[in-house]
Each structure stands twice: as C-alpha cells, then as structure tokens.
C-alpha cells in the first residue's frame, strides 16, 4: 500500500515508525520508573527526578506523560492536557492502545502498592472537530502525514506496528478520504442527493402526522409537537451521530469543514440550514 495519490509509502515507512515507537517506549519506561522512584518514601522531594520542571516539560515535549492514582484517586499528572478521569476505574486505561478525548495512546501500567503509575504516549491527536486551531495530526515524533488513520484491529491493507514485547502495538491505514480522490466530487453530489432524499420523505411524514394533530387538537399543539420532534431529533443526530448511514458518509466527516459540534461538518452545516429553513416556513 503507498498512500495512492498522497506520495507517501505506508509499507516503506513501517520499519522506521517501529523504530521511533521503540524509542518511546524505552523512553516512556525510564520515566515511569524515575516517576515510580520518585514516590518512593524514602526519597525526599528534593530529590525526585521527575517533579523537575525541566524534565516535566522534556518528557511533554516527547509525548510522554506521566499520571499516578492512589486508592483509585489521580494524585499526580506531568501535564493537564491528556482528559483523564480523577478515577482510575472510570478511566478505563489499558495497558497499550487507548483512545482518550483527544488522541490516541499507549499506556504502560504498573501498580505499586495502593498506588498505580501509567505512563501515556501520545501517537496521533483526535479531535471531534478538526480545524485550525485542533488539528487531527501524529506526533512530530512519527513524522507521518494526517491522511494515515490508527486501527485497533487490522483491516486488509493495513500496516502492523509491533511494541518492544513483541505484541501489536497499533495499525496504521490510509484513509479512505484521503487515499482516492478521483471521485470525490461525485460521491459528495451522490451523498448529497441521497440527504436531500431522506429529509424530503421525513419532511412529508413529520407534515402529514402533524396535519392531523392539528386537526384534532389545534395549531398550537401542533406546533408545540413540531418543534420538540425537530428540535430533539436534532439534538439526539448530533449526540449519537445518527442516521448512521449519513454519519459515516464523507459528507459529515470534520476534514473539509467544521467549526463547532453543532457544525461539525458541511453536512451538518447543510441540514441544520434546510431544517432551519423549514421551521421558519412553518411558523
């Protein structure tokens, strides 16, 4: 696989990811260790290896950060950026791939006592939405270009990355946006046409269920029903991300557009428009 149209081979750049990803993790485990030393009671706090601002900020850099959990409570954190939970056990960190938030991470584990120590490499940020400003990229650690997508599980044509144990690390594929743009245009006008198809029957549905509610119990309760069905529906798409047949289509997906959750891609941005639109019709 070589990231058709995009340049850059998957295939010939593996063994050196690997390799990178090696060095993290060496690195990762010299500082969980330091870090585990560190709250060793015999230590005294002048003395800690980690607690030092500059190696705070070396091993940040890095993307590598370092987080301890006493009696199931969080205690301690190199760097307020990574979302974790102040709970261990509503965390639900495991060791190796976890997606959090706002990326994804391989975690290594240990557990001292009452106390558990994770050390978090960051691999790839993933944002919700993806702008200007909160990017969906590697780790300048990887060098590897935005289009290539982590996978849990390995898909046909997908790129193993082993950790230093031997165990799979994570996948890498190319993404389907990015890796065949011949199409693009087509497929977007074929996505429109078939939103503009759903909302046309749901449209004329919700209409004629209204018409009736009018009939029988007046305008005013038939508006009331209207703007709770568009409203939640609405709300609930945004949440669960449903009609999952739209969802996964390119037409919602943040690469192209996207500045808030509530216009979290041009597809979003044209169905809340038309439904915009139609709610002012009916009023």
């Known amino acids: 696989m070589d990231g058709r149209g995009s340049g850059y081979d998957l295939d010939s750049a593996a063994p050196n990811i690997q390799e990178r990803f090696h060095l993290l993790e060496q690195e990762s485990q010299i500082a969980l260790n330091a870090l585990i030393a560190d709250f060793d009671a015999e230590v005294k706090p002048s003395e800690r290896v980690v607690s030092t601002i500059d190696q705070i900020h070396t091993i940040s850099n890095q993307g590598i950060f370092l987080f301890r959990y006493v009696n199931d409570s969080l205690n301690y954190w190199s760097d307020n950026s990574v979302p974790l939970y102040s709970s261990f056990q509503n965390s639900g960190l495991l060791a190796g791939l976890n997606l959090l938030d706002n990326g994804w991470y391989f975690a290594t584990i240990e557990i001292k006592n009452h106390a558990t120590f994770i050390s978090l490499i960051l691999l790839k940020s993933a944002y919700n939405i993806d702008n200007n400003y909160l990017q969906n990229s590697f780790h300048s650690n990887f060098n590897i270009p935005d289009h290539i997508d982590i996978k849990r ?131």
């Open 153 to 283: 599980e390995a898909i046909p044509e997908s790129v193993q990355i082993h950790s230093i144990q031997k165990n799979i690390a994570f996948n890498l594929v190319v993404n389907g946006v990015a890796s065949s743009t011949n199409n693009l245009g087509a497929r977007w006008w074929l996505q429109l046409a078939l939103l503009i198809a759903f909302l046309a029957v749901f449209l004329s549905i919700l209409r004629s269920g209204l018409s009736r509610i009018e009939k029988q119990f007046g305008w005013l309760v038939s508006l009331f029903t209207f703007l709770v069905i568009i409203l939640g529906l609405r709300y609930l798409s945004i949440v669960f991300a449903f009609p999952k047949m739209f969802y996964e289509l390119t037409f919602f997906g943040p690469a192209h557009y996207a500045t808030s959750n509530l216009f979290a891609s041009i597809g979003d941005f044209f169905l809340n428009s038309i439904l915009a639109f139609y709610v002012v019709k009916v009023i």
